[in-house]
């Protein structure tokens, strides 16, 4: 999100009074404020649903060579008239300009999450909110590995991400440009090249990151400067000997071709597209083909387009528009629940709603603490003060809130019969009991142990040599191949191997099928998994198991697979690993656990009289595609197909608890405490194949 307040007043192309240090004369660049209109309002459009701009997103690249643009050229200009930069006023403008409004929305986010959101979502909520007050929110979303554009479950803050960016840009900016203008003698030809280089090397980060971490070429200030970078050469250029030519009529149809390739990205774009590697720097040279267009003379460009009152209106309120248009589009989701998407006209008129609340903001709150004479008139030390007490005063509120999460009940006074031998067709329990296990506190963290001791691979993992546990020496040996979906089924197996039943080999990584399939991870190949695959099919057809269980999670994985026809890919793929490791012993396929439409612990909080509430249909937690292709591919290779779907479904729904006991601790993978109680059913199925 650009600085409201570099404001759109660019320096005009005078190179000679460039040269000359004296200062330039600011002219409103009305193209460059319909310019903000038109990528908040890609983002805006995008975040309400509209599939036809399933690339708005990138309006938020458009913004970053806005911000780059117009603060260097601030500080280009002060470079020349005054041959520093005083940092002191530089940081309390940006202050004052930036963080009232920020951290306002960020305050009244947190309370309106405290009240509306279910309990169980609040501690995300608050480590976003302290995340925001120390402007570091894009560094949380890439530690925590967020997919921005998967749009599952995301955080309220997560909007925060580019504020983040920029402010810590605006920490590092001024005062490499105050050193380079020192080193290079004060020639702004040589800090350009300065510029230039540093510009380069963040978009070789960034295309080098997407193949080693995705969340963190998205999040990362080094991966994302050089957006800003590109826009702060534009700012070099228009105080260049270059500045005049390119005052030249036809310049202008710079700018239509700039606003045609942006709208193009912002239609064609999804997703699926690996972002931002090399596809952002589409809209980043979309929008620097208009701002470098709005400078020619005569009537080819488009500033009569974008100076057209709507367009200065919404640039204007943009700031304040992308501050208040996220929250109030997760928090309405969050109340009803995400087992319930609001439909689109609903999501519309929430964007809609957000236009007078960022008028009010923008009325009230940006434009009049920018000259509060209280703040202006005074040291900027003082501005520096205030806007510290401002960040604490946003962490004491999430601190609020979390001591008010920790207080809520999060279970009735009513308790549920003990849970004994499970059974088939079963019915849900429609209150949340007091004896549930796990509690819906301890619902996320009910992992299989593999997940603690690294015998669950992460992605970026090759390790392929498994861990094994049973003492019984003359027991026979039980491969589990696939992934984390496979890792649900490992308590019910740990406990057979514990008591003596079979010796287990458990081998699952993150993301990763033990079909042979090609798989892309955010457009890039996942190699990893390949690697890893083919050194478990190694170790298998080496150890000779008695039996393979294959257990894979193919509705989100046939999304994954590069190629046209998920389907045919997904079967050839099961054939094809079905038969490398047939010759070692008997090979089954376990049918997938059913999936939810939301987290189900964050839905029983809310619901907690009604929990029948969150269980999914049978529709909605079986793709009958998946499993009569994963059933034809074991047929066809003459393995088993196990099912246990009866123990954990009726013929209505998938109940999310059952008797006294959680059954999934997120939307696709069973609590290990529920998987354990699995143990004899499954050992009733595979009992025939180790004979």
């Known amino acids: 999100m650009p600085d409201p307040a570099a404001g759109v007043r660019a320096s005009g192309p005078d190179a000679a009074a460039a040269r000359r240090g ?42 970053f060579v806005i911000s780059g643009f117009l603060i260097t050229t601030h500080l280009l200009e002060s470079l020349a008239t005054h041959g520093r930069i005083s940092f002191p006023a530089f940081y309390a403008r940006r202050a004052r300009r930036i963080l009232p409004a920020a951290l306002l929305v960020a305050a009244l986010t947190t309370v309106a999450a405290w009240i509306w959101m279910p309990p169980l979502a609040l501690e995300e909520v608050v480590r976003g909110a302290i995340a925001t007050a120390f402007y570091v929110p894009n560094f949380l979303f890439a530690v925590q590995g967020t997919d921005y554009l998967a749009g599952t479950s995301p955080s309220v803050f997560q909007h925060y991400w580019s504020l983040g960016i920029e402010e810590q840009f605006y920490l590092f900016w001024p005062a490499i440009l105050a050193a380079g203008f020192v080193l290079c003698r004060r020639r702004e030809g040589r800090l350009f090249a300065v510029a230039a280089v540093l510009t380069l090397a963040s978009f070789l980060a960034c295309v080098l990151w ?64 690996p972002f931002p590697g090399t596809a952002a720097a589409l809209p980043v040279l979309a ?159 009910d992992n299989p142990s593999i997940y603690d001791d690294d015998c669950h691979r992460t992605q970026a993992s090759t390790d392929a040599s498994g861990c094994r546990i049973g003492e019984n020496p003359d027991a026979p040996l039980v491969f589990l191949f696939g992934d984390s979906h496979a890792a649900s089924w490992y308590p019910a197996l740990a406990r057979l191997a514990e008591d003596g039943e079979i010796r287990l080999d458990t081998n699952t990584k993150s993301s990763c099928p033990s079909a042979d399939v090609p798989l892309l991870i955010d457009g890039v190949e996942y190699d990893e998994c390949a690697q890893w695959r083919s050194g478990v099919i190694e170790r298998i057809q080496q150890e000779e198991p008695a039996l393979v269980l294959l257990a894979n999670h193919g509705t989100e994985e046939w999304e994954m697979m590069d190629g046209d026809d998920p389907a045919a890919q997904w079967r050839a793929g099961l ?64 393995a088993e197909y196990l099912d246990l779907t009866d123990y954990l479904c009726n013929e209505e729904t998938c109940p999310t608890i059952i008797d006294n006991l959680l059954v999934y601790r997120d939307e696709q993978h069973l609590t290990a405490t529920f998987s354990a109680r699995l143990a004899e059913p499954l050992e009733e199925q595979i009992r025939p194949l180790l004979e």
């Open 210 to 273: 997407m193949g080693i971490s995705t969340p963190w070429a998205f999040f990362g200030l080094h991966t994302r400067a050089w957006e800003l970078g590109v826009g702060a050469l534009i700012a070099f250029l228009l105080r260049s000997r270059a500045a005049r030519r390119l005052q030249h009529p036809a310049v202008g149809l710079l700018a239509w071709a700039g606003l045609a390739a942006l709208l193009a990205g912002a239609l064609l774009y999804d997703d699926a597209t």
């Open 22 to 63: 004296t200062e330039k004369r600011s002219t409103f660049r009305p193209d460059v404020q319909g310019l903000r209109a038109i990528a908040v309002l890609l983002v805006v459009l995008y975040h309400s649903g509209v599939e036809t701009l399933s690339g708005g997103f990138i309006g938020v690249d458009a913004f």
């Open 287 to 445: 929008t620097a083909a208009m701002i470098v267009g709005g400078t020619a003379s005569g009537g080819l460009h488009a500033t009569r387009l974008l100076g057209l009152a709507p367009f200065q209106f919404f640039g204007a309120i943009s700031y304040s528009l992308y501050l208040v248009h996220w929250p109030l589009q997760i928090i309405p989701q969050a109340a009803v629940g995400e087992e319930s998407p609001l439909p689109l006209t609903v999501r519309l008129a929430l964007g809609a709603v957000g236009v007078p609340l960022a008028w009010l903001l923008y009325r009230f709150v940006e434009r009049p603490v920018i000259s509060w004479p209280a703040l202006r008139n005074r040291s900027s030390l003082l501005t520096g003060a205030a806007a510290l007490a401002a960040s604490l005063a946003l962490v004491a509120t999430a601190g609020g809130v979390h001591r008010a999460a920790d207080d809520a009940e999060l279970g009735t006074d009513e308790t549920a019969p003990e849970a004994g031998t499970l059974r088939t067709d079963p019915e849900g329990t429609d209150f949340v009991p007091e004896n549930l296990e796990p509690s819906l506190e301890d619902a996320a963290d």
């Open 575 to 638: 054939e094809s690993t079905i038969q490398e490791v047939d010759g070692s012993g008997n090979v089954a396929v376990l049918a997938d656990v059913p999936l939810q439409g939301a987290d189900p612990a964050q839905c029983l909080s809310n619901n907690l009289e009604h929990a029948g509430d969150c269980d999914a249909t049978v529709q909605e937690a079986f793709s009958p595609e998946v499993i009569e292709t994963e059933k034809a591919a074991a047929q066809a290779g003459d």
